[in-house]
């Protein structure tokens, strides 16, 4: 303690400015209230006059589970009038649709009243409504439904998150007392702040109360809650969203990597709301991109000066903050976060020391549990850059490093690529999906631009640029860029040669090279952006057609640019001017002139976006409906409810129970034919176990069969049935190998981090040793 207090009473400004912000994060960022409530007036209901009676409606309300009550009132005398609360979209046990919360009456007279009711599982489409006489309809002031407890706890949350922060910072002021002088702890405090404030400033769309619209939010936002709905169903690791698309179900993690959205789940499980949730993982990935892109750049290029302004560039890229904002693209701006690590851990691999090879492990995992496509753009990029380096292939200790990163990272994914290789042997719809990477091609001018000035744009095909999403590189990079190949070109010109920089020969030399090969790198990659590159031809070729075919629009190679460039430019800015403070003014104009076009994006990004202050605001019900069976009536599930479908009318049900992932029923069907089925309001999935019973002897377990599923036009579950009548039993059941594949990949984990765990002991033995060698 005494220590502590020391290191508060020496940093106490550090202290007092780290509080200062968090203070001002919980109170503005928090999105959600803690209690539910939402009004209507009456013009924003739906009046519908049938014969004797009218109906009056209120729109669709997404609730958690909780205690609520709604609240009617009216302006003046009127009849008897009914007011109930129903959930349209349940199923009773008889398999009728529709169920009453709650309801009441209120007598002639009355001018209130409210009802409370209980919501046991999230509903996305429960109204309230009235049944009245038509006079009496125009008497109603409004309606309202508010929460008995509190719903969220984002500040609650907020709070413990900041003193884990506060515990964090007082840990590492503790050790950096012992390890650093003040000259060095002031360089890490610099460095510190600049990082941080460059995540900030690209984390600013999500320091504020709303939650801004892009092209994939609401499906990244029914992830984040189709997970934490999975873990409290008690599956780990989650493979099936139970109360995806509209509660019909859909294994999104099987196709989608979701490891590091299991953060924003757990929040969501502590109480978070959805949208704090979502926010908060894309202010850490802003953090992190910072971190590791420093971390990496200043490994790479041996300079923690250079590797610094190439982090601020690559944190503030155009395309990264594109994909943050415009595009939602959250697995894509997750495997961007980690490009740079790869980037370094690769090079070290070929031409650093491939002892190594752990960090490759580590970085192209976290790539494998972000993005699919971005597996695969790595692997290309991993391709060039040991065709670039062919004395690779001569050397067996970094060939066998290299079979070491890629067989553990293997194992230590088997968990992800296990049932993704088991599924995608189905004829699912988006294996019969052929994409023509030239009608998504770009125009150099596109390329070229200072900014994106339509950041909520979509984009479209070739031949089209007005209104269309920004896909600009960025002044930044591109003006870092010329001054690199002006250093690279003219060097001697501009008496700017390697024994007139501070660094060293060997290091200007180093610098050369790796400047130039990303700059050759992203320049390839651009240009398979543009029209004139021959993607139908490209796209002809067996093999490689199919496999550069999957990144469906040509512009995703944008990322490439985005990471090489912020090297190529740092190194520009950095190397252009001979003079030492030149070289400080231009350093200091390369983050300038970066801020200043990722300020741009943003201000305009804000200015024209569409904003939600709330769930209600936002429906989450657009999920992903690439991997379901069909291929004309795509999602058109959506357009029914969640009621059992018989191919035979007059089928009777009962017992009908219809739960996250488990759905029970008993039926009755005359005539029953080998043809005739039954239309199961799921999604079809493999994993899915159907059981028939006849319902008399369940308990022992006699009489039951398993039954195979089909799927219907709709890509729901269908059953064949053996008998007229009986009980049949769906559970999600995740497959024996399934389960291989975690197991093996959790043993490799621990095994890793036992050897990990060993080595810093040896090694940590053998410095004392030679310490004690040397005082002897």
């Known amino acids: 303690m005494d220590r502590l207090a020391e290191c508060i009473k020496r940093d106490w400004w550090l202290y007092v400015l780290c509080l200062g912000v968090m203070i001002w994060g919980i109170f503005s960022w928090n999105t959600s209230s803690s209690f539910y409530e939402r009004a209507f007036q009456n013009e924003a209901l739906t009046i519908s006059a049938a014969t004797e009676q009218c109906y009056v409606v209120s729109p669709d309300l997404y609730l958690e589970p909780g205690e609520y009550v709604a609240f009617l009132t009216l302006s003046a005398g009127h009849g008897d009038i009914a007011f109930t609360v129903c959930d349209t979209y349940g199923v009773s046990e008889d398999n009728k649709t529709g169920i009453t919360l709650g309801a009441m009456e209120l007598e002639t007279g009355e001018d209130a009243g409210s009802i409370s009711f209980t919501v046991e599982q999230e509903m996305k489409h429960v109204h309230m409504q009235l049944t009245c006489s038509e006079d009496d309809a125009e008497l109603i002031s409004g309606m309202e439904v508010r929460s008995a407890q509190p719903i969220y706890h984002d500040s609650l949350v907020g709070i413990l998150l900041s003193l884990l922060v506060m515990i964090g910072f007082s840990v590492y002021t503790l050790r950096s007392g012992e390890k650093w002088d003040a000259a060095e702890k002031k360089k890490r405090l610099v460095i510190g702040g600049v990082l941080l404030a460059a995540a900030m400033i690209a984390s600013l769309p999500m320091l504020n109360q709303t939650t801004y619209w892009g092209h994939d939010i609401w499906f990244h936002l029914s992830r984040i809650d189709g997970i934490s709905q999975g873990l409290l169903d008690g599956q780990f690791p989650v493979r099936m969203h139970p109360n995806g698309n509209h509660g019909f179900g859909y294994a999104s993690s099987v196709f989608y990597p979701e490891a590091f959205l299991y953060i924003p789940a757990v929040l969501r499980i502590m109480g978070v709301s959805t949208y704090m949730a979502y926010k908060t993982l894309l202010v850490g990935m802003n953090m992190a991109a910072a971190v590791i892109s420093y971390y990496s ?146 125009y150099l001018n596109q390329l070229l631009a200072v900014t994106g000035f339509q950041p909520q744009a979509l984009s479209a095909d070739l031949g089209v640029v007005t209104g269309e999403m920004p896909y600009a590189i960025g002044f930044g990079l591109l003006a870092g860029t010329a001054l690199f190949l002006g250093w690279y070109l003219f060097g001697n010109k501009l008496k700017n040669n390697e024994n007139g920089h501070e660094s060293g020969q060997s290091s200007v030399s180093l610098h050369r090279k790796i400047g130039i090969f990303c700059f050759w790198m992203s320049t390839g990659a651009a240009v398979m952006t543009l029209y004139p590159f021959p993607w139908d031809m490209v796209q002809s070729i067996p093999g490689v057609g199919k496999v550069l075919g999957s990144f469906q629009y040509p512009w995703r190679f944008l990322s490439v640019p985005a990471l090489f460039l912020s090297v190529t430019a740092a190194l520009g800015y950095s190397y252009f001017c001979a003079k030492a403070e030149a070289r400080r003014i231009m350093f200091a104009a390369g983050a300038a002139v970066s801020l200043l076009c990722a300020l741009l994006y943003l201000d305009v990004f804000c200015e024209d976006s569409i904003y939600f202050l709330n769930r209600n605001e936002m429906p989450m019900d657009n999920y992903d409906y690439m991997y379901t069976m069909s291929d004309v009536n795509w999602g058109s599930f959506q357009q029914r409810n969640n009621q059992l479908e018989a191919s035979r009318p007059g089928t009777e049900f009962s017992e009908f129970e219809h739960g996250y992932g488990h759905v029970s029923f008993r039926y009755a069907m005359e005539g029953r034919t080998e043809e005739d089925y039954i239309e199961i309001p799921l999604i079809f ?87 004690e060698m040397q005082n002897g």
């Not at 579950?717 to 959790?746: F, N």
Request: glycine share 8%; net charge positive.
């Open 297 to 442: 750049f200043s490994k790479l290029l041996k300079s923690r000066k250079i590797g610094l302004l190439a982090a601020v560039l690559y944190t503030l890229s155009l395309y990264r903050l594109i994909n943050l904002y415009t595009r939602a693209a959250v697995g894509e701006s997750l495997a961007m976060v980690f490009f740079p690590l790869l980037m370094w851990a690769i090079y070290e691999i070929v031409r650093g020391n491939e002892k190594k090879w752990l960090w490759t492990v580590a970085a192209y995992s976290c790539i494998i549990q972000s993005h699919v496509i971005s597996i695969v753009l790595a692997a290309i990029c991993i391709l060039v850059f040991l065709l670039c380096n062919p004395g690779f292939f001569r050397e067996k200790k970094r060939i066998i490093s290299m079979g070491k990163a890629a067989g553990t990272t293997v194992l230590l994914n088997l968990w992800f690529f296990v049932p993704l290789l088991a599924h995608i042997g189905y004829p699912y719809y988006s294996m019969e999906m052929n994409y023509r990477m030239r009608d998504g091609s770009l």
């Open 685 to 771: 999935d493999p994993d899915y176990r159907i059981i028939y019973s006849d319902g008399n002897n369940q308990s022992d377990g006699d009489g039951e069969i398993r039954l195979e599923g089909g799927w219907s036009s709709n890509s729901l579950l269908t059953v064949t049935l053996p008998e007229d009548e009986g009980v049949i039993t769906v559970e999600y059941r995740v497959p024996w190998y399934d389960r291989a594949g975690d197991l093996i990949s959790l043993v490799a984990l621990l095994s890793l981090l036992g050897w990990g765990v060993w080595n810093r002991n040896v090694c940590r033995g053998n410095r004392g040793q030679g310490r």
